[in-house]
């Protein structure tokens, strides 16, 4: 593996790694929830990604010839991540449901709210309501 | 021309989901990374008859209007990750907490095939400082936790003239 090889190789890790870094740095100092998904989906895309880039030009440069297990791996984060942030999000919208927060969505109600869509008589009573989620800690 | 109808039948019957049968048989020989005739072969028959399994599951698919601006579409969502995540990063690092403007905005829907919807909700996810949580009840509406944003409205209405607007002309 030539020299420009490794540094690139190298770049991309300490990129990737310092992604991750500001990730988790960002999970300990923001206040809730809500906030701290967003530092999460940060480094899945860009920190795995270029991680994974470094990976696939390490084994490129190796003589391995081109890995398409990174490729793949990108793939299927980006289908899976907003799928779990949501789900995080629908939780924090039920342990808090205080909808007086959240801006009015024309006629109805978010479906988190709403139990049984079409079939108003079938809702339970909402729980008691907490913090607004704006200032809440977690 | 009377046998072209029918083979166009016979193909749509085959391959209810020509798009998925790529896919399918790009996830395979990635998995493998081999791309022998055998693999192929498997990758081939994978892409024939999964579709075939699930295609009552998923009986209609949309249509893709346009291929190219898909992937001019994906290109744009990739360096607006890039971009989106040198902002998040200097926010987390350097912004006050106190001084983060959070705001949980409502974004009107002009889309309607819930593929389309899903994959707006998916990339207003993954470009960091942005997070869908939740669609209205009716469906008409997304509800987005915005990390800073100096005003809700020009938040919905930018992410809709970046993003929905180009979705609209790819699923019509």
Not at chain 1, 106 to 119: I, R
Not at chain 2, 54 to 59: A, M
Not at chain 2, 102 to 107: D, G, P, S
Not at chain 2, 137 to 149: I, Y
Request: net charge neutral.
């Amino acid at each position: 593996m030539n020299l420009f090889a490794e540094i690139l190789v190298s770049g991309f890790v300490v990129l990737g790694a310092t992604f991750a870094l500001v990730g988790s740095w960002g999970l300990l100092r923001l206040p809730h929830l809500m906030a701290r998904l967003h530092a999460p989906t940060k480094a899945t895309t860009l920190g795995v990604g270029s991680v994974l880039l470094g990976s696939m030009v390490f084994f490129l440069a190796a003589g391995d010839g081109l890995s398409m297990h990174e490729l793949l791996i990108v793939l299927f984060l980006f289908l899976t991540a907003p799928v779990s942030a949501s789900f995080l999000a629908k939780a924090y919208l039920r342990r808090h449901p205080d909808e007086a927060v959240l801006p009015r969505p024309g006629a109805g109600g978010w479906m988190t709210f709403v139990d049984e869509v079409g079939d108003p008589n079938e809702r339970p009573a909402p729980p008691s309501p907490r913090e607004p989620s704006g200032s809440s800690q977690d | 021309m009377t046998g072209g109808p029918t083979l166009r039948a016979v193909l749509r019957r085959c391959v209810p989901h020509p798009a998925i049968s790529v896919l399918l048989v790009g996830v395979w020989l990635g998995l493998n990374n081999d791309f022998g005739a055998g693999t192929v072969l498997m990758g081939v028959v994978l892409g024939l008859v999964v579709p075939q399994l699930v295609s009552g599951l998923w009986p209609a698919p949309p249509r893709i209007l346009s291929w190219h601006k898909l992937f001019a579409y994906i290109a744009l969502v990739l360096w607006d990750i890039v971009v989106a995540n040198l902002a998040v990063a200097r926010l987390v690092l350097f912004r006050p907490v106190a001084q983060m403007r959070m705001h949980w905005i409502a974004v009107p829907l002009d889309l309607h095939a819930p593929e389309a919807i899903a994959v707006f909700a998916a990339t207003i996810t993954l470009t960091p400082g942005t997070v869908s949580c939740d669609l209205s009840a009716d469906g008409r509406w997304l509800l987005v936790h915005c990390l800073d944003a100096a005003d809700a409205g020009e938040a919905a209405i930018g992410l809709k003239s970046r993003y929905e607007d180009r979705l609209k002309e790819i699923f019509g």
